[in-house]
């Protein structure tokens, strides 16, 4: 399983220590109290020395000076990577729980940045506006600092002029773009965008009726969750094209 290992450290190391940790740790080492900045650099020490641990067997040279150059914690007496103990699976650190958490936070945080990119220069700061069903208050200052935006609004009232995205059924992102953007050129696009989802609500929903003893309940399950966002993007791009038309008026 020489693939499925390296890919999960691969993302491990790309994704979710640098792309999410290292990114949202800097407003903690930047402005938070000395526990916070204590509980942070702990944090970042046992990602990167597992890290490296982890990914010795693969890239031995590399993973070995980067190690050394790393300080000892306490109770650590191997000379080298190569005698250290390697990582072992362990319950304790797995919270399944707040690993859905975070995984719709990152979710959140990718469809924003995929809208925002969409309409504007990427050193843009637009006002973000959340309507969301799931509980965001946690990671406010994750979300601010990774999309980019100038002010983040959760569950308040939406202006007119946003471009819209959604993540399932469970979050409405909306990025404002008045002024920056032609409304009819963008009524047409979303458009389009309809026709196409509503295709695929009509595919998933003729497989589903489809469905037999023979399928399996996860599968079942799987398409009836799917249908369900497809639905929930219809809505989505629904609302867009309602807000673009009252500002083509």
Known sequence: QFQQATTAIYNFWLYDLCDVYLETSKRIFYKGTPEQVAAARATLYTCLDTGLRLIHPFMPYISEELWQRLPRSAGETAPSLVVAQYPQDSTTWRDDKLDAQMSFVKNVIHTARSVKDTYLE????????????EPLTDYLDMIEDLVGCSELHVNADVPLGTAVGSVGEKCEVHVLVKGLVDPV???????????????????LKEKIDKHSEKVPEHVQLSNTQKLVGLQAELATIDTAIDNFSKLAL
């Open 185 to 203: 050129q963008e009524m047409n696009r979303l458009k389009k965008k309809r026709d196409q989802v509503e295709h695929n609500v009509s595919q």
């Open 122 to 133: 990427s050193k843009a700061k637009p006002a973000v506006y959340l309507k969301s069903t």
